[in-house]
């Protein structure tokens, strides 16, 4: 090797450490940077009441599905229970300064592929958000941990809290010293799967059906929240490996029905007359009937 190869070869190496110094100093900073996708999935789908220990158990002990997590109150004026449907946990919940008691299908929780990085890509976006809500538990010792944080989406919710709000959309991202969501929720689809999903034989919650008052706006901005993700000619979003969000034209914005996929649509129909819950029967759908609990749409098709 001369003098000039080496000099050449010097120079390389020296380029190469600049670009890499550079490259671990913006990803080890203490800014974090925007990631381009912001959304995994729907985390969990909120149904506010009075009641939360019925509607769990009707989920929980009537159709059989495995436990979330158990009715308890996180917090005072609190109380939650919940239940998963195979990609979905769905929640019964009642929260402090609530005046309405009948359930309603409230909002959902999006799991973010980080806080940080897709609050920073939103925001980069044109969305705002809220401020952030930790929930902060104290041990027996005295110390403080975060369990989870959330963070309204301000443009997709009429309130900031879910008490009074007709319809409510956050972020959520939970401690991984809490819990560890791809964890739990493999093992309630296993669980779901083991028991055959139970006597609707539940397979997942196809899709959220959001009503929309203007739905052209709607649209563009649920676009650009869920971008990269496509919306088909029918305003549905498939949200990774959780339930599609799909708008309709509404005379109020709240979301509407869970749209829910069975084994055996026939299957679920036997189950549902014995047990005198069966409601409407058609276009290859059925529903539980909404008196039975509390006003909810809850459709049943085929898987």
Do not use: C
């Amino acid at each position: 090797m001369n003098g000039n190869d080496l000099l050449t070869r010097t120079a390389r190496v020296a380029l190469l450490l600049v670009s890499l110094t550079t490259v671990g100093g913006s990803e080890s900073g203490s800014q974090p940077r925007a990631t381009s996708q912001p959304i995994r999935q729907i985390d969990h789908i909120m149904i506010r009441t009075g009641d939360p220990r019925e509607l769990y158990a009707f989920f929980a002990e009537t159709l059989r599905l495995p436990t979330a997590w158990p009715t308890t109150s996180p917090r005072p004026g609190v109380m939650t229970g919940g239940v998963g449907f195979g990609n979905v946990n769905v929640e019964a919940i009642q929260v402090p300064g609530q005046t309405e008691s009948r359930p309603r299908l409230i909002g959902f929780a999006f799991e973010p592929s980080a806080l940080d990085e897709s609050l920073i890509e939103l925001n980069r976006r044109g969305l705002t958000s809220g401020e952030r809500r930790p929930l902060v538990a104290t041990g027996p010792d005295g110390s403080k941990r975060t369990l989870w944080t959330n963070v309204t989406l301000t443009q997709f919710s009429d309130s900031d809290n879910p008490a009074d709000a007709t319809i409510h959309i956050f972020l959520s991202e939970y401690s991984p010293t809490y819990v560890n969501v791809d964890e739990r929720r493999a093992r309630l689809r296993s669980q779901l799967v083991n028991s055959g999903g139970g006597p609707l034989g539940v397979v997942a919650v196809k899709e959220v059906i959001v009503g929309a008052v203007d739905l052209e706006v709607a649209r563009q901005r649920w676009q650009k929240l869920l971008d990269p993700i496509p919306s088909t000619t029918s305003n549905t979003w498939q949200i990774g490996s959780g339930p599609a969000v799909r708008l309709v034209p509404a005379n109020e914005n709240r979301i509407q029905t869970l749209l829910i996929r069975v084994a055996s649509l026939e299957r679920a129909k036997a189950f549902l007359r014995d047990r005198q819950l069966l409601g409407a029967d058609a276009a290859g759908q059925v529903t539980i009937d909404p008196s039975k609990v509390g006003g909810l749409d809850l459709r049943l098709v085929d898987r």
